[in-house]
């Protein structure tokens, strides 16, 4: 610790070494890491409770769809122990009590401050401190600066005006009400048809009078194959955790299947559509994340991908009419994230449920008694909610007027390019570590429980190094942070994904830098880039 430091943890009564902003996945498992290393650190929360997306997405269908096997933490032999798992892709209030256990045996409740929204976070140079302000009128000051505010978790939340006028309950599904809403009775409006919205429509429609779905682009949707597990399911679970949390970090995507091996043409057509069946039949993200690279970079391939898929579709649907609706037209099959679905193409057999093309006739009003269309068309409705998405992976950082040297502004930094260095620091924020940030393999295309504790892992070591150092702070340089962007752009550009309009492109928020937010070398490469960092003793960083 240099003086200038020693002077503001003596000065600051609320000092640490590092401060985790977020106790959701990556946030708690940080957090846990951080105090096992002799780290004097604390959490700010901004819910009241821990589980981060699992605390706020409890909208009605609200389901991981990672098995649960590889969505859990392996860090805890305790936690593996005791803890067993009642569905493969549990729904949000099991994999809250889930996030909630491990925060319990772990005993970390006691270090996170809930109800503390984190509105600013201003680097200053003299004591290379971190000096954060919250909502509720705390200060904190911190060596480091850990932002786990989650990838998907800045709302985009109403698509057009006039909520205050709406007599119904209006809600976006990332702020979805504690007590349970009763849609018994109820004409019911959902906005959004991406993975949240195919959740909530799916759930809804047989509980309510009558549900109206507005949708602005169709999605391709895998069904789901959800057993029950049983105690044996859960004992080999926790026979083969060890070699599971082993598999995970060894593949594409972070998952316990990878990518296929060799060319998709060198199977002929027949061993191809029995390939493609055998991975349909999984009910899984394998038909994404163990099917062969090509798909996502070659045009023939997705084009039969496509069909392939298209054609389950419409076995499922068989309604000309509705086919023509609820079948992708304008995009490639996986360049947008695949939901998994639970019976979502048949809701639309029901006699209570509409389907609405807003493409053209857009929404452009909430009313007094429902949702109105710019044609004029209005929707009477007693419940609107909006699965409108997110700002993915910048959002929850913007929101937060994060400075680094010279006043620097993240928003501004990022409004001018989406640039990070292995999506864990920027230039110019010494001591700021991300996880799901853009530029880091993600939610996009990667299993977010592997891809979030890899990056913590990366970071509680970069942390440990700079201490056990005696260092004050690490900061990527311009040029490695520039090569590291045109690295990931060259991969990004090479592929399918950049033609499609989605979040993972940030087309969906108006003015946003177009990037691709996620790392699409695989994890293993990206894990290889993180080690190489480290065991060079962090070149292409400035360290102090
Ligand atoms: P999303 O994929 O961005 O979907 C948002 C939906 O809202 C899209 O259908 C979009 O239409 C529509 N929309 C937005 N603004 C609109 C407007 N003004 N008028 C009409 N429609 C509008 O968001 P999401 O469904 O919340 O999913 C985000 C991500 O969260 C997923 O991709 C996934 O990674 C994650 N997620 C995971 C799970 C899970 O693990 N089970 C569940 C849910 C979500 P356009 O497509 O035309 O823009």
């Known amino acids: 610790m240099n003086a200038a430091q020693t002077r503001a943890v003596?000065?600051?009564?609320?000092?640490?070494?590092?401060i985790v902003?977020?106790?959701g996945v990556a946030g708690l498992y940080t957090l846990y890491h951080l105090r096992a290393a002799g780290k004097k650190v604390i959490c700010l929360e901004a819910g009241g409770g821990v589980a981060g997306t699992w605390y706020w997405n409890r909208y009605p269908g609200a389901r991981v769809d990672s098995q649960a096997y590889i969505y859990q933490y392996f860090f805890s032999q305790e936690v593996l122990n005791e803890w067993d798992w009642g569905e493969?892709?549990?729904?949000?209030?099991?994999?809250?009590?889930?996030?909630?256990?491990?925060?319990?045996?772990?005993d970390l409740r006691k270090d996170i401050r809930f109800n503390t929204h984190v509105d600013s976070a201003v680097y200053d140079e003299a004591t290379q401190t971190w000096q954060i302000a919250t909502a509720n009128g705390e200060r904190y000051e911190t060596k480091y600066f850990v932002g786990c505010v989650g990838m998907l978790s800045a709302a985009l939340k109403d698509p057009c005006p006039g909520r205050e006028h709406f007599k119904g309950l209006v809600c976006h599904?990332?702020?979805?009400?504690?007590?349970?809403?009763?849609?018994t009775g109820k004409r019911v409006g959902v906005v959004g048809t991406g993975a949240t919205g195919i959740q909530v429509i799916q759930t809804v429609a047989p509980l309510c009078r009558h549900l109206t779905v507005f949708q602005r682009t169709p999605q391709y949707s895998i069904p789901m194959r959800n057993p029950k597990l049983t105690a044996e399911d859960n004992a080999a679970y926790r026979r083969n955790a060890e070699a599971m949390r082993k598999r995970v970090r060894e593949t594409f995507a972070g998952f316990h299947t990878d990518l296929q091996t060799g060319n998709y043409?060198?199977?002929?057509?027949?061993?191809?559509?029995k390939f493609l069946e055998q991975m349909w039949a999984e009910g899984s993200l394998c038909f994404v994340a163990a099917n062969y690279a090509e798909v996502f970079i070659d045009e023939k391939v997705n084009a039969e991908v496509t069909a392939f898929v298209t054609g389950k579709m419409r076995k499922r649907i068989n309604n000309p009419e509705l086919e023509a609706k609820l079948i992708p037209t304008t995009y490639g099959f996986g360049t947008r994230r695949v939901p998994l679905d639970t019976g979502y193409l048949e809701t639309y057999h029901r006699d209570n449920v509409d389907l609405v093309d807003v493409s053209t006739d857009s929404v452009a009003q909430i009313t007094e008694n429902g949702l109105r269309l710019a044609s004029g068309r209005e929707y009477p409705l007693d419940i609107l909610v909006f699965a409108t998405g997110f700002d993915g992976g910048s959002g929850a950082f913007t929101r937060i007027d994060i400075r680094g040297r010279d006043g620097q502004t993240l928003k501004d930094y990022w409004d001018k390019d989406l640039r990070t260095t292995l999506g864990l620091q920027v230039h110019g924020f010494p001591n700021f570590f991300t996880t799901g940030a853009p530029l880091a393999p993600s939610a996009a295309f990667c299993n977010m429980q592997t891809c979030l504790c890899q990056q913590a892992d990366w970071i509680i070591d970069t942390i440990k190094y700079l201490d056990d150092h005696g260092l004050h702070s690490i900061e990527p340089t311009a040029e490695y942070e520039a090569a590291w962007v045109a690295q990931h752009d060259a991969i990004a550009n090479s592929t399918l994904f950049p033609r499609t309009k989605s979040w993972y492109m940030g087309t969906n928020v108006d003015g946003k830098t177009r990037r691709l937010v996620t790392y699409l070398g695989g994890d293993v490469a990206y894990q290889q880039a993180c080690n190489e960092a480290k065991e060079s003793g962090y070149q292409g960083f400035v360290l102090t």
């Open 21 to 23: 902003v977020g106790a």
């Open 173 to 183: 599904t990332s702020a979805w009400p504690h007590a349970p809403v009763d849609f």
């Open 88 to 106: 493969l892709f549990p729904a949000q209030p099991e994999t809250e009590r889930y996030l909630n256990f491990v925060t319990d045996k772990c």
């Open 265 to 273: 043409w060198d199977r002929p057509p027949e061993e191809r559509n």
């Open 10 to 18: 003596k000065a600051h009564p609320n000092h640490y070494d590092a």
